[in-house]
């Protein structure tokens, strides 16, 4: 079978033994309704906005104040995007997890998340030279190479046109010729993807299959003899999953891996660390799943010390066995993409140096919500935002990427969540392992604690699982707020050496923030975790076993623990909840929010014995404007499953706040010696780990 078509650069190597694919072209063969636009979108017109063309229009405020309503419908109409309406199924077909049809007539675009390759990332991280696209293409019609720049404008790179009626020497047995171009790594320093549009001819369909982008396989810097890897052509990775009874989904993480060939050939072992009471071992499926992966799966058992000394544990097996090049942090609940697992681990193969490769969460309740692609770090409030200030939650069905100029800019991190991310053994050798921290702020610390050293963090266009979305969850209401509270001055204290004059604004608004609420509970979690902080770092690590028992013995007694399921138990609420609320400037709200401050600190209101609730507040409206003049309230649960009854109690508050002042300042007078006591400490380190599973492994 010959190539029907080819473009060299000068000089480049051609022998395919010297190419490797790190990027296959995949589409889904499940929930196709639900995330294909992440895959493959149908063709249309490309529309980009004034300022793209014209950075300096972003300067010009609008004059909102001056515009009438034609021009505002006008304004309204240019905004509407313009994206197919076609039904997918029309345009064309997904026939296996690496072929596609383009319908006779039709034109599809692979400019989207999961198919797009994220050249500028390549560019910037790695040494490669050179980029080569190759498919098999059978019938009529042409494939367009594209490349995008920073800025998210286009430029054609090759047109191949097809046509397979004639010439059957050019064809293999199944009358498919094998297509390829190489393609120069120009033009990328900002951002840039490459792509390819798929034409099918007017009377005939156009079949795609194998399509993927390579690179010179001498230009890879991982050696697997460096890591003691078994294998003498390729790096391995080991996966470490943590579970606390969720035994289902972890199930169907493990079979989801193990019927992916391709990954299971790089995989060492999953060690699966089951920490609680509804045992995945016991799930109908599971033995199955296990004899499939054999010696490649680990199954341990230990004591619940949360995410954090979950994934420490793979990574301590992982550095105990000696095999693996990376460990890839895995959570339990999500839904893998596994093309993205192999494309975070060859693309670390190829890094400069050894680096953190992370993906994005896509929401699992919104499957084309991309949460973030990569996140920030604010030392000034030791808090996050997202990168190069892109909103959170971007949906690619409504804006895929080649309409979205802004997601074309590549994307740098600090961190990424460990909702799925690898973690080189190098790296792990030097810095250690996960903080103590149970839940919250490991991934975050972990990072910051790498970059210090040295190594970067990569979030990977093209890499991300499915999560469940943070907007089912409110740690303020739940036990997590203990260790949001104490993980994140943890968290400050090993990276901000010198205290921000910020730190004491944002424990007082933290704790004035669940007080308006009336989740009293909250306060109480939250200056139990600063005071576990001053005692220091051998503490937090000795704790760990049994603090969780601790802080939920803590919240007891206070009204908003109090869950009720039926909510007939309670009388109704004196009146229906209603939005009084306007619209308003952003210098109006803070007003507003300060002048609720100062009227919750003098107020005299009690709801401690209040016979009946002035109001029912929904989940997604129990923020402090909807607790303004209220005494006592219904508030749903995140989840939909519970309501409280929220109570005032003004005198407990003020004491409250007045006690989280106190500690506060303590924790801030005493900041620098307490950030040297945390740095110098070694409760992360292999060793510290190693006593830690030692005594909470449970065997049976």
């Not at 296959?24 to 300022?51: C, G, K, M, N």
């Not at 064809?171 to 549009?197: C, R």
């Not at 508030?635 to 409280?644: I, K, L, M």
């Amino acid at each position: 079978m010959r190539t029907m078509h080819t473009m060299y650069q000068s000089g480049t190597d051609t022998d395919d033994r010297n190419w490797e694919a790190v990027s296959r072209v995949v589409f889904p063969v499940s929930d196709q309704d639900l995330v294909l636009p992440l895959y493959a979108i149908e063709w249309t017109r490309p529309h980009l906005t004034d300022d793209v063309f014209n950075p300096r229009l972003d300067m010009e405020k609008m004059p909102f104040d001056s515009m009438n309503s034609k021009a505002v419908r006008h304004l309204l109409n240019e905004s509407i995007e313009d994206h197919a309406s076609t039904a997918a199924n029309d345009v064309f077909t997904v026939d296996s997890r690496h072929a596609m049809t383009v319908l006779a007539g039709r034109n599809v675009s692979l400019c989207t998340f999961f198919n797009a390759f994220p050249a500028s990332y390549w560019k910037r991280w790695t040494g490669i030279s050179a980029v080569r696209f190759s498919a098999k293409v059978r019938g009529i019609g042409e494939i367009a190479l594209y490349k995008s720049s920073g800025r998210g404008l286009f430029s054609a790179l090759d047109t191949i046109n097809v046509d397979t009626t004639h010439d059957e020497a050019m064809l293999d047995a199944d009358g498919f010729a094998s297509i390829e171009t190489v393609l120069p790594m120009n033009g990328l320093i900002d951002g840039g993807y490459f792509w390819f549009d798929a034409k099918a001819g007017n009377d005939a369909a156009l079949n795609i299959e194998d399509a993927q982008w390579s690179v010179p396989c001498g230009e890879k810097t991982a050696v697997p003899s460096d890591t003691g890897s078994t294998s003498t052509a390729s790096t391995t990775l080991s996966i470490a999953i943590t579970t606390f009874n969720r035994a289902k989904y972890c199930l169907r993480q493990l079979r989801t891996i193990a019927h992916e060939p391709a990954l299971v050939e790089r995989l060492d072992t999953i060690y699966c660390t089951d920490q609680g009471t509804d045992l995945v071992r016991d799930q109908p499926g599971f033995e199955q799943v296990a004899n499939e992966l054999g010696s490649r799966l680990t199954y341990l058992r230990q004591t619940n010390m949360g995410g954090s000394a979950g994934f420490s544990r793979g990574m301590y097996e992982t550095l105990k066995a000696g095999t693996s090049s990376y460990t890839l942090l895995l959570d339990d609940d999500a839904i893998s993409e596994p093309e993205a697992i192999l494309r975070a681990l060859q693309f670390a193969d190829y890094t400069k140096r050894p680096t953190i490769v992370g993906g994005g969460m896509l929401h699992l309740d919104n499957r084309t919500v991309l949460y973030t692609q990569g996140e920030r770090f604010v030392p000034a409030s030791v808090w996050m935002k997202p990168s190069q200030g892109l909103d959170y939650n971007h949906d690619f069905a409504r804006f895929p990427l080649r309409d979205s100029p802004e997601r074309h800019r590549r994307i740098d991190s600090d961190f990424n969540g460990w909702w799925m991310c690898l973690i080189p053994t190098a790296i792990m050798k030097e810095i250690g392992l996960s903080m103590p921290f149970f839940i919250k702020f490991d991934d975050t610390e972990y990072a910051l604690r790498a970059a210090e050293h040295g190594y970067h963090t990569v979030c990977l266009p093209g890499v991300a699982v499915w999560h469940q979305a943070w907007h089912d969850k409110d740690p303020s209401r739940t036990w997590e707020e203990y260790f949001f509270q104490r993980n994140r001055w943890i968290c400050g204290l090993l990276h901000c050496p010198k205290p921000s004059r910020r730190f004491a604004f944002e424990m007082l608004y933290g704790d004035v923030n669940v007080g308006i609420k009336l989740v009293y509970s909250a306060l109480r979690l939250r200056h139990m975790g600063l005071r576990d902080i001053l005692r220091g770092p051998q503490y937090i690590l000795d704790s760990m076993p049994g603090k969780m028992a601790q802080v939920q013995q803590a919240r007891k007694g206070f009204a908003d623990t109090t869950l009720i399921t039926d909510v007939d138990e309670v009388p109704a609420p004196a009146r229906e909840f209603a939005m009084p609320f306007t619209p308003t400037t952003s210098k109006a709200i803070k007003k507003s929010g300060l002048k609720a401050i100062a009227r919750a600190l003098v107020s005299r209101g009690d709801g401690t014995k209040d016979a009946q609730p002035d109001v029912a507040i929904p989940s997604d409206q129990a923020i402090w404007r909807s607790f303004v003049g209220v005494n006592s309230a219904l508030v749903t649960s995140p989840d939909g499953n519970t309501v409280a009854w929220c109570r005032r109690d003004s005198a407990l508050f003020r004491q409250q706040v007045r006690e989280g002042l106190r500690i506060s300042q303590t924790l801030l007078k005493n900041w620098e010696r307490l950030s040297q006591e945390y740095r110098e400490s070694d409760i992360c380190s292999i060793d510290a780990w190693g006593k830690v599973f030692k005594e909470q492994t449970i065997t049976d």
